[in-house]
């Protein structure tokens, strides 16, 4: 709990898509206001969280699924558990399922576009022999983005084969959190 608030915190204070959304607020009071709110979510997630963890520790405490081959890796418990529990109720699991996908989606689309705007304003555009227009610009970032995205989708098969994907995603944010802070 402590380890990850300091991870949060460093999260909202600099990634590009969260300094974006502050950005698009028109007073600063109301980013404030955004940050508080979020920290707030933050906190909230990070009790549900631990009370679904304890939830899947009381109910398998007799019989591992990882032990006993149900599973093969300890990332696959918590859709085991959902399966396992609301399998029973008509639609839980696809709303589950559904919930899952859209935040993955809104995540990859937040990164693919401050990666695709930090790409485009940091190294293409001042190499450029001229000075792009709206049009242009916006056509560059696409580009950008069909790119990264690939690249991202290809990743994928790379991260399958590298153990659990939570101590990936630790590991890789770890090493590329320094490059964030550009002095």
Same mark, same amino acid.
């Given at each position: ?12 204070? !600099?990634?590009?898509?969260? =300094? ?7 007073? =600063?009071?109301?980013? %404030? ?12 997630? %990070?009790?549900?969280?631990? !009370? ?7 109910? *398998? ?18 859709? =085991? ?6 399998? *029973? *109720? ?21 990164? !693919? ?9 940091? *190294?293409? %555009? ?58």
């Amino acid at each position: 709990m402590i380890g990850s608030t300091i991870t949060w915190t460093s999260f909202l204070a !600099l990634f590009p898509g969260a =300094y974006q959304r502050y950005i698009a607020l028109p007073t =600063y009071r109301q980013a %404030k206001m955004v940050s508080y709110i979020m920290a707030i979510g933050v906190v909230l997630l %990070k009790a549900l969280s631990t !009370l679904i963890g304890l939830a899947i520790f009381t109910k *398998y405490q007799d019989c591992d699924p990882v032990a006993t081959k149900v599973v093969h890796k300890v990332g696959q418990i918590l859709p =085991y558990f959902v399966m396992d529990v609301a399998g *029973y *109720y008509r639609g839980l699991t696809g709303l589950f399922l559904s919930g899952v996908v859209s935040t993955a989606l809104s995540t990859m689309s937040t990164s !693919l576009n401050s990666v695709a705007a930090t790409l485009f304003e940091d *190294y293409i %555009k001042p190499l450029l022999p001229w000075k792009p227009n709206d049009k242009q610009s916006n056509f560059i970032m696409k580009c950008i983005v069909i790119v990264i995205g690939f690249i991202s989708s290809a990743m994928v098969f790379v991260v399958a084969n590298m153990g659990t994907i939570m101590q990936t995603a630790i590991t890789l944010n770890g090493i590329t959190s320094g490059i964030t802070i550009d002095p």
